[in-house]
């Protein structure tokens, strides 16, 4: 809870400091700024409690989706020192409203009441509107801000019918208390009716938010135009906020009505994982590519929430923190190379092996997680998934299908490792990086590769 | 005069039930079919407002402030969704003098 004040008076101070002549000075403020979140942060551990009369509970699992969403924006931040570089006046803005999002995203992890989980998701989208747009002058970020808007409040909408049936059949937004109350439903067909369908439709309005199939259809162009830097704050921390909501929401409230809503989401993981995969597969951007790896990484996460047993959290946790690390890495790599090259698709990449080591070093390392080969964060990310879901022993044909499109993968992430090490640079001028931007990029290296070697520093923590 | 409650509770509540689905598909309808940005945000406002219809019509019915206060929610956070809105819209319409939005199409596969 300290973490939402602090997070949103820290935007407000934020936005003043956009006053100062030296934009300098905003970098290293809002980086202090979410280190003492993060700290602050990690006070609660172990120490449950409820508030605004009991509408947030910050427990563990609140505190750890917090802890990494709040590392995943503190390691991204320094790759925006090109805008600094630039004189954009609007840095501040950005830098406010990327923290005030972050405000949605812990409303949404925490959260113990349905209005909450609105009002978290509400906060998180309407920020991110803004930022997908941040480019007013380019028609590309213009429609993704277009698309993402409509498309984000007609979910939002759908969303809200759902909560409203949900509140027609039981009485009550609080999720514990909604799952308290299924055990009197069912006696009266109508209300039980109109609970079930309450359900689909949230589900429906969530898996809008995290771009699972068949509602992933905004997420690529969505993804494409909007500027990297701001795709990457999207496709880590509003997955992971959506995710950790999403099961939260179905182990508190709906774990009584699993037959209900299991076929449902059975079908949106399997179409997930087969439309990220092979959508990835035909792309010629890497940008597009990367948008949907991100919907295929959805689907993985999914497949922790098809499991539905005491792993599940567990691995929800190490996943979306070995994606957030492995995709951070690659979308700051994008637009460094992008700033240079005014290109997003794999050739930009040519011959970035000998240009940058560095940068390809860091590619190539996050290329192997998100693929999931072993040594690397993403490998355990998916061997906890499967290992939770085949607890149940029915659901081996789905951890089949997952791993044969995990090989599928492996194809287009090394498409640009591949262009890295063996095409000829087209320019070779290499890619200017600062040094901070680089010790970064190292940062988030090590961190791929130690979560791969010592997996229990995340996956003991629940 | 009866207090408010009181008087939405002459209607039976199926009727509410009824009129907001409608409402709600008369919305998605209208977002699913129209071409002007515009209109389409006009139709998920018809989308909210039919949900916050049901909202205080079942919480008439149950004699319970927690959706009313919902409602509240709701319309804040529509508002704060319609001032980002049009400054999306109007951002798109100075760079194509069109708020169509099949004229956006450069992000395609």
């Known amino acids: ?462 | 005069m009866n207090n408010i409650p009181e008087v939405i509770r002459t209607i039976p509540l199926d009727y509410y039930l009824y009129f907001s689905a409608a409402l709600f598909v008369i919305g998605v309808i209208g977002v699913l079919t129209r071409r002007n940005a515009i209109v389409i945000f006009m139709c998920i406002e018809l989308m909210l407002n039919s949900v916050n219809l049901l909202l205080t019509a079942m919480a008439s019915y149950r004699g319970d402030t927690n959706a009313q206060v919902f409602v509240f929610f709701i319309m804040a956070v529509a508002a704060a969704e319609v001032t980002v809105g049009l400054a999306i819209i109007v951002m798109t319409y100075r760079n194509i003098r069109s708020t169509d939005v099949q004229l956006l199409n450069y992000l395609k596969w």
Do not use: C
Not at chain 1, 249 to 266: G, I, N, R
């Open chain 1, 1 to 462: 809870m300290t973490s939402i004040i602090l997070l949103s008076v820290f935007g407000i101070i934020n936005l003043f400091a956009g006053f100062a002549k030296n934009k300098q000075v905003l970098l290293p403020l809002v980086l202090v700024f979410l280190a003492v979140v993060f700290g602050v942060n990690l006070l609660d551990w172990n120490d449950t409690q409820t508030y605004f009369s009991n509408m947030l509970t910050v427990d563990n699992y609140a505190v750890a989706f917090t802890g990494i969403m709040t590392l995943t924006t503190l390691l991204l931040l320094p790759f925006s020192q090109r805008y600094i570089d630039k004189g954009d006046s609007n840095l501040a803005e950005y830098y406010s409203l990327l923290l005030f999002s972050l405000v949605g995203a812990v409303m949404m992890v925490g959260y113990e009441n349905l209005i909450m989980l609105f009002i978290g998701v509400e906060i998180l989208s309407i920020a991110m509107y803004v930022l997908a747009g941040s480019d007013k002058s380019s028609l590309r970020s213009n429609e993704a801000a277009l698309k993402y808007f409509l498309m984000g409040s007609f979910f939002t909408g759908i969303m809200l019918f759902g909560i409203a049936m949900i509140y027609g059949a039981t009485g009550t937004f609080n999720i514990t208390e909604i799952g308290a109350a299924q055990a009197g439903l069912g006696a009266d067909g109508v209300m039980d009716s109109m609970f079930v369908l309450g359900i689909l439709v949230l589900v429906i309005g969530i898996s809008f938010k995290i771009s699972a199939a068949p509602f992933h259809f905004w997420a690529p162009d969505v993804y494409d135009g909007t500027p990297t830097f701001f795709t990457a704050f999207m496709s880590t921390v509003v997955k992971t906020a959506g995710v950790a909501a999403f099961y939260k929401l179905m182990a508190a409230a709906f774990a009584a009505s699993y037959a209900a809503w299991f076929p449902t989401l059975v079908a949106i993981t399997v179409l997930t994982l087969v439309v990220g995969n092979i959508g990835a597969v035909i792309q010629t951007s890497f940008k597009r590519m990367l948008a949907y790896s991100s919907i295929s990484h959805a689907g993985y996460m999914l497949m922790a929430l098809v499991a539905f047993n005491e792993s599940s959290d567990t691995s929800i946790l190490f996943y979306s923190a070995a994606y957030s690390a492995a995709t951070i890495a690659a979308f700051g790599v994008l637009k460094l190379v992008q700033d240079q090259q005014r290109s997003a698709d794999y050739e930009a990449f040519n011959g970035l092996g000998k240009t940058n080591p560095l940068l390809a070093f860091s590619m190539t390392v996050s290329m192997l997680s998100l693929g999931g080969i072993p040594l690397t964060a993403g490998f355990f990310g998916k061997f906890f998934v499967f290992s939770a879901l085949l607890q149940n022993p029915d659901m081996l044909w789905l951890v089949v299908l997952a791993v044969i499109l995990a090989a599928v993968g492996i194809y287009y992430y090394f498409r640009v490792v591949i262009a890295m090490y063996m095409q000829p640079a087209a320019n070779q001028k290499p890619v200017r990086v600062e040094s901070f931007t680089a010790f970064t990029l190292i940062v988030l290296t090590i961190l791929t590769i130690l979560l791969g070697i010592a997996p229990a520093l995340v996956s003991e923590l629940l």
